[in-house]
């Protein structure tokens, strides 16, 4: 068979097959909206109030599932020496942090996966005044919590381990509700 014969029924079987994969027997133009159900059992199934925390301070596979499903009000009992634990374990040298938190006090800060939101303070992360009053998309929330876990009482023990050395949003965020940056 000669080459040009190869490639004419190549080009004719890939053509057949386009065909008959685009080709069905429903004549019909009415769209059929599907249906939405929301019967059933629903299951939590991820916590991230504060991001990279439970990622960091709760080990994969059965303990972060048990961790996910878990409710805010019964994490800190449940959870703050598993944080603890691993505090100690990131940051031997860990006495207090920059809000003067000790171990104990921080970590069940932290087991606690919950977001808080002050109705009278701004809006942030953390700016050295404001402490956990909620988040401001422009928050540097890893650095915060990098210098909180590393820094020390003044936050500047460990430099080398208290930023992520992101310092912005790649594009800048709206001024109009959601705020979001535009995408890419």
Do not use: H
């Amino acid at each position: 068979m000669s080459k040009t014969n190869k490639f004419k029924i190549i080009t004719i079987a890939l053509i057949t097959a386009v065909v008959s994969v685009n080709c069905d027997n429903n004549d019909s133009d009415s769209v059929s909206e599907p249906s939405i159900n929301f019967t059933g059992t629903f299951v939590q199934q991820d916590q991230m109030a504060r991001p990279a925390i439970n990622t960091v301070f709760i080990a994969s596979g059965s303990p972060k599932d048990e961790f996910n499903g878990t409710i805010p009000s019964a994490m800190g009992a449940k959870y703050q020496s598993v944080f603890q634990s691993r505090l100690m374990a990131l940051n031997p040298g860990y006495t207090t942090n920059a809000l003067g938190q000790t171990a104990a006090q921080f970590t069940g800060l932290l087991a606690t996966d919950v977001l808080g939101v002050s109705k009278t303070a701004k809006t942030t992360f953390f700016d050295g005044t404001n402490i956990l009053t909620g988040r401001a998309l422009a928050d540097d929330v890893i650095d915060v919590e990098l210098l909180l876990v590393f820094g020390g009482s003044a936050g500047t023990s460990n430099p080398g381990l208290t930023k992520d050395n992101v310092n912005s949003n790649d594009k800048t965020f709206s001024t109009t509700f959601p705020y979001l940056a535009s995408a890419w």
